[in-house]
């Protein structure tokens, strides 16, 4: 009989080597937010994918406020026919807008927002993406234990983890940092839950700007996660886009190779000093970073 031998993450890592390692994408709103949010495009879809597009960037992820209430078939064909994906839908909005919740007390509003989650997992279907879970798990409400909180977020991610998987979508639980979110703040805390609730399509999703704060050592806590990573958010510590301030990009692009993975680096920045400023820069140092691996 002869054994093919298993392929290790170095094995993959040196298969890619002369290609390109990572795809580039930037994380949009569609709705106008304040200049102090995260996003260096921020209204119009089509000229956001259309800027992105034209600067070399492989993808946009999504910020979107209800999946049900745009028309996006444009965006299915132009994927298509320019070689584009959508990274991710991030879902954000529904807590910080719609103030949906999957960790509510009250059990109308969990309702409410398995539903409305179900309809971005439509969506990333439609659009063969993922769907982000970050600030949509909501804060513990003062009523609730942790260990409430706990078995409320696992039973929801449970069941959008079985929903999604016939979809061949991914759902992927962001590490956020403490003064935003009240718990998985660290990647090794998302990585604890990814593991309790033991789906193949549920990943943790990492952003550099949270394990700036998080993490004593965010190459050891990558390298740790390792196959257990399944999105990437890129951004400085104090939000600008990468090689605006001061983070070793490279020894983390280092670490995300010797780990095998490949997938998407969105970047999620302030648009400073402005959004396609932000973007121009931002691929221009990701492709220098790239090249010092
Ligand atoms: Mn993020």
């Known amino acids: 009989m002869h054994i093919i031998p298993l392929q290790t993450n170095e094995d993959n890592a040196a298969m890619i080597s002369d290609e390109k390692r990572f795809r580039y994408s930037v994380s949009a709103s569609i709705e106008q937010m304040s200049p102090k949010t995260p996003f ?13 597009k034209s600067l070399g960037y492989d993808a946009v992820e999504l910020q979107i406020r209800n999946p049900c209430d745009i028309e996006l078939n444009w965006l299915a064909d132009f994927c298509e026919k320019n070689s584009f994906s959508v990274s991710a839908i991030g879902t954000g909005s529904e807590y910080t807008l719609n103030h949906l919740s999957l960790t509510s007390p009250d059990v109308q509003t969990r309702r409410n927002t398995l539903a409305r989650m179900k309809e971005h997992i439509d969506l990333a279907d439609y659009l063969k993406t993922d769907v982000i879970v970050g600030t949509v798990r909501g804060n513990l409400d003062p009523s609730l234990s942790k260990a409430q909180y706990t078995e ?31 718990f998985f703040n660290s990647v090794g805390q998302a990585s604890e839950m990814v593991e309790l609730v033991s789906a193949s399509n549920f990943k943790v999703h990492i952003d550099t700007h949270h394990m700036a704060v998080e993490e004593a050592d965010m190459i050891k806590s990558i ?52 959004g396609i400023t932000g973007c121009k820069l931002g691929l221009e140092n990701l492709r220098k970073f790239e090249g010092q691996i």
């Open 223 to 274: 390298e740790e996660c390792g196959g257990r990573i399944g999105y990437v958010h890129f951004s400085e510590n104090n939000r600008l886009y990468p090689g605006g301030n001061g983070l070793n990009f490279t020894e983390v692009m280092r670490s995300l190779v010797k780990i095998g993975y490949s997938g998407y680096i969105a970047l999620e920045c302030l648009p400073k000093p402005d």
């Open 152 to 182: 409320y977020l696992r039973e929801a991610l449970t069941e959008l983890c079985g929903y999604a998987l016939p979809k061949k979508v991914n759902l992927v639980l962001e590490a956020i940092n403490f003064y935003v979110t009240d």
């Open 40 to 52: 260096m495009l921020q209204g119009d879809l089509r000229e956001s994918v259309d800027i992105l």
